[in-house]
């Protein structure tokens, strides 16, 4: 059985495949049994992610704000305080994120995304819970800055839909954080990336689809949902010359020994 450790299941684009509960049937019944769906902004998305999840059987939720929101005001005033009060406030929140740094588009500054990336990490460490790292072009930053505010502290987190450089994954795994692959690496262009996946230790590694962005082949190009999870894990299982049950086993475990507080029903 296959677990989807990160996809949008309240965002606009996958409501159009039906309502959260369908999405998670078409799931299941293709042999995703869980999945964690990721909160982008603090202050009007989480509190409808989180009485969403509440309605589904084992699907989880995040709490925290994407890179991309890190300028928007209302996100810039929630203290850590306030993020870590909240992330505790229900069984169904199993990790602080997405949050990280993206260089690729400017719809906030970097110094407001570094200012938020610190704030999660200082969240993480003081809830015990895991961090759900983004970061696209900021390969340097986003390590120099988990390592100023995580060395000689018990923070663990992944890195959520691994595209980078092979010394990001490299030092994200020296730190103990584990590695979120997604549809990419079943694109044709995408042999970089599988070569860096190759390297991954089975014991770190984690499967993600990212709904409803990135769907994999043979669905490229379409509305991406959680239980298109299946064909990242079946290219995977190619990449290491291992069965699909092994990649399954190998994820699912990894997947409940980082988000620890997720209990299946």
Known sequence: M???????????KIKKLGQPSE?????????VEAMLSVCCRVSDEFPQLLEMTKTLKNVWCSIGTHPHNAGVQEEIDIS????VRLALSDSKIIAIGESGLDYYYDNSTPEQQQESFRKHIRACIETNMPLIVHS??????????????GTG???????HCFSSKRILAEEALDF???????????????????????????NRLLLETD???????????????PAYVIHTGSALAKLY?????????????????????AKMK
Not at 23 to 31: E, F, L, P, Y
Not at 177 to 197: M, W
Request: with cysteine; glycine share 4%; proline share 4%.
């Open 23 to 31: 999405i998670v049937k078409t799931a299941n019944d293709a042999g």
């Open 153 to 159: 502290t018990k923070l663990k987190g992944v890195m």
């Open 176 to 202: 103990d954080f584990y590695i979120s692959l997604a549809g990419i690496i079943t694109f044709k262009k995408a042999q970089e990336l599988r070569d860096i996946a190759r390297d991954i230790p089975l």
């Open 241 to 261: 010359d291992i069965t699909e049950n092994e990649i399954a086993k190998h994820s699912k475990q990894n997947f409940f020994t980082l988000f620890n507080r």
């Open 211 to 225: 709904a409803p962005y990135l769907a994999p082949e043979p669905y490229r190009g379409k509305i991406n949902q």
């Open 2 to 12: 296959w677990i989807d450790s990160h996809c949008h299941l309240n965002h606009e």
């Open 136 to 149: 696209r072009d900021a390969e340097k930053d986003t390590m120099r800055i988990i390592k100023e505010e």
């Open 80 to 83: 850590q305080d306030e993020l």
